[in-house]
């Protein structure tokens, strides 16, 4: 009898993860065709004047041509060093660019280290990363041993994009490397100049030293400034180390006024979620945009499945139109702003190498407050009655999958 029950319980088991793959194909496939159908057409983007944080000046950007020809102008400035982190580097005519310049200056006796992450370039040609023997490249391998395949703190992916120059100029934010995301994404990121930089520095530099092989070189670290008013926060999957998240729920904790949050991929767990919630239900202004089409249909499906209790506590969600926006981004009563490579989801809050920049500062926090309302004249708010008559295939779909957040 017992054995039946258990047979019968596997069973169930195995028919739901089977559901849930056939609705994952089906939902990927009809994503793609409709990206081939409906091309992006560009959107609204706003490049505020930089602020002044500290000693610190900062600068937004919300799309990529002026920050790609931001990066590329800073290296071809170096005189001294360059460390340049990151997710993913197309081998496109953008990825072309980044690589020729980093070789000219190596030449010229810069100083150069690069890292990016080799599962998420898996179908870029391995020839693209063949640089030149004076640029040092670590390719990172989440598992370099067989027994981390057995050690969850080794599942996490490098996410983070880091650019510094010469230790005084610094990027930091959502933004890849690659044409895709020069002309068609809508995106975060910040230049620092100034000695907050060292922050940046710091964390590519321990990086470096943690994961690198044998015939690298030990980079020695920096000597890092107290800031209040500005600072990087880094998740670190094997030292189990992950502030970024607590740092989100002690912000939405303290709002009184309001919270505007961009975010590609939302799927928050129960304590964010429910940190939310409340700051709505005690009054405060709770706006959440997000791609309504986003480049990981999945990752669509299991935000959705959070929306009912969102719509039904007060927070106002926003659903982007036409394009992907990939920013990873919040400010709150103007004056708490938060800039980085973490998304709301598992993998980045407690899983991938994330960094993120705390920002003190009402300048920033008034640029960031015109962004989210420029962003959201291309955005459809998802209204409560509106959400309540949705399909019941969609409903279904959302209560299979929901399971799967913890992939995510």
């Not at 002026?66 to 001294?80: N, P, Q, T, W």
């Not at 880094?234 to 180390?241: G, W």
């Amino acid at each position: 009898m017992a054995l039946e029950l258990w047979q019968i319980v596997l069973a169930g088991i195995g028919g739901i993860f089977a559901l849930q793959m056939l609705i994952a194909a089906v939902l990927m496939i009809e994503a793609k065709l409709r990206r081939h159908r409906v091309p992006p057409e560009g959107f609204p983007s706003l490049t505020p004047p930089p602020a002044t944080v500290a000693s610190t000046q900062v600068q937004i950007y919300t799309e990529g041509r002026g920050l790609f020809d931001a990066m590329l102008s800073a290296i071809e400035g170096a005189r001294e060093t360059i460390y340049l982190e990151t997710f993913i580097w197309k081998g496109d005519v953008l990825g072309e660019r980044f690589k020729r310049a980093l070789t000219a200056k190596a030449r010229e006796g810069v100083q150069i280290y690069l890292i990016y992450d080799t599962f998420a370039n898996m179908v870029v040609p391995r020839a693209f990363f063949q640089f030149p023997p004076a640029i040092h490249v670590l390719p990172y391998r989440a598992w370099r041993r067989p027994w981390h395949a057995i050690d969850f703190r080794r599942y996490g992916r490098d996410h983070r994009k880091i650019l510094v120059v010469d230790g005084r100029v610094g990027f930091v934010g959502g933004y890849n490397i690659g044409e895709l995301y020069r002309t068609r994404w809508r995106d975060t990121h910040l230049r620092l100049d100034g000695p907050e930089v060292d922050d940046l520095v710091y964390a590519f530099v321990d990086f470096w030293n943690a994961n690198r092989y044998p015939h690298h070189p030990k980079i020695p670290l920096p000597a890092r400034a107290w800031a209040s008013e500005l600072r990087a926060y880094r998740n670190d999957p094997v030292r189990l180390i992950f502030p970024i998240r607590s740092i989100y729920i002690e912000a939405i904790e303290q709002a009184q006024r309001h919270i505007f949050m961009t975010q590609a991929y939302f799927i928050p767990d129960e304590a964010i979620l429910q940190a939310i919630m409340r700051a709505a239900r005690r009054g405060v202004d709770v706006r959440v945009l997000v791609p309504w089409q986003s480049n990981h249909v999945l990752a669509d499906w299991l935000a959705r499945h959070s929306f009912d209790l969102c719509l039904r506590s007060g927070v106002r969600v926003f659903a982007y139109q036409g394009a992907m926006i990939h920013a990873k981004s919040a400010t709150i009563d103007a004056v708490w702003s938060m800039v980085g490579t973490a998304n709301i989801d598992r993998l980045s809050l407690v899983g991938n190498y994330e960094i993120n920049m705390e920002i003190f500062s009402p300048d920033v926090a008034r640029s960031m407050e015109e962004i989210f309302i420029c962003d959201l004249t291309n955005a459809h708010e998802i209204r409560p009655e509106e959400w309540a008559r949705r399909s019941w295939v969609a409903r279904a779909s959302e209560m299979v999958l929901a399971p799967l957040w913890p992939l995510l």
